[in-house]
């Protein structure tokens, strides 16, 4: 099947009345959670995973993809009304976002970051749709021991990336592959780390697992803190940037687009990396770098390009490999998962309606979200004024009921539960959930892809090195690991962030 015919069948899909329905339902409830600060798209995603169960899986898809770009675009509001970042990747923006709105720039500052996120998003769905079959191509030649180095490398990047230290981030990549294989053996049906008790058979659930580590625990950890909200009180004006404005905006755009969509694909980059990435670059680029931090056009829309594209970018491993790149990603391969569909090189092949379904709504989604953004702001100013003390026990309960719904089991909750005061303490303790969920999510598909290399050498581990993709993933992964020991390289790993920061 070629692109264009691929496209058509997806747009049949995409405008498919119920699936606009929940194309919208995605991308205002990816809006609405950017807006919130404190909830973000990952607690939105596991708390509607289990409404996708009652749909088909297209639907189920498109509105879980929907949240996730979505936020992106929402993220923005916040960061520059009310200087907190609504979601993560949006904490660039407020550096030089809201000091546009307090010198009265606000409509251009939200303006630029809706037109940049347009822009990117389409940039995006532009490039999945025309590198995804290629990638597909390639990735067919792949056998388990290039799985498995893949997996490797895109657990340790992940751990290199984070902010903290590498070696908490590897301690929690293991305890996430050791929770992971809680359950049957995927070989031999032997039960393992179950304790004989039977609801561990089946191993944890990624839902409880995830909305406690990142719903649950982000309440406790926003109760114990005073969000100060100084929501910006002067009159917003025009949205539409002047021509200075759309001037001074086209490079870093255009810049954190290219760069974004880079560090969405590489597996452990994501949009937060890519929007601090892209405010780092500019900053570097510019002829009067100490306008940034006071209300530069450049600082917000570069970053806010960056974030929306990497999102998209994201996307191209999850659907040619079957590997998710970053947490957001595992938690979609689930979804993929509980509707009996796996993401791969053959998934174009044999769900052609699936694959092109997604594409085609992400066009959908981004118009939607155009139209959502620019003229509902006065909206979300006022859902923005929502107090804490009532959004949160409602956050917490759909947390309960979600769970439940999606297993029907007791047990669920109390994972829920147990993993959210586990997360409230790592993050206390600085200790990142990412490499948890991400290596939980591929645990199992490591495990596998290495016993059955190893099946396939009769035991010899040079079935890794004998194969080119293989020995040059595994030789880029230790090469990260020596990495933070070398004070040269230690050094570079910080630079976005002190760059930022300056």
Known sequence: MDVLSGLAQGFAVAFDPVNLLYCFIGVFIGTLVGVLPGIGPISAMSLLLPVTLS???????????????????????TAVLVNIPGEAASVVTCIDGHEMAKRGRAGPALGISALGSFVAGTFAIVALMLVAPLLAQVAVA???PEYFSLMVLGLTILSFLTQGSMAKALLMAAVGVVVGLIGLDQINAMPRLTF???????????????????????ILANIEQQIRRDIVQSRIGSLWPSREDLKASAGPIGRGTLLGFLLGVLPGGGAVIASFASYAMEKKLSRTPERFGKGAIEGVAGPEAANNAAAGGAFIPLMTLGIPPNVIMALLLGAFVIHGLQPGPLMMSQNPKVFWGIVASMYVG???????????????????????????????????????ASGNAVFDVFVMIGTGLLGYL??????????????????????????????????????FVARPISVACLALAAFLLIAPLLPALRKKREKVALDVTE
């Open 142 to 144: 792949f056998g388990p």
């Open 196 to 218: 004989d008790r039977l609801e561990l058979v089946d191993g944890i659930g990624l839902v409880p697992v995830v909305m406690g580590l990142f719903g649950v625990a982000e």
């Open 55 to 77: 749909g088909s899986p297209e639907s189920g898809i498109i509105m879980m993809a929907g949240i996730y770009y979505g936020s992106m675009y929402g993220g923005s509001t």
């Open 426 to 463: 790592m993050r206390k303790f600085g200790y990142e959930a990412a490499p948890l969920v991400l290596a939980f999510v591929l645990g199992p598909m490591l495990e596998n892809n290495l016993r059955k290399s190893l099946i396939l050498s009769q035991g010899s581990f040079e079935i």
């Open 366 to 404: 981004n118009i939607m979200l155009l139209v959502l953004n620019m003229p509902l702001i006065g909206m979300w100013v006022q859902v923005l004024k929502a107090p804490y003390r009532i959004l949160f026990p409602l956050i917490l309960m759909f947390c309960i009921v979600g769970v439940f």
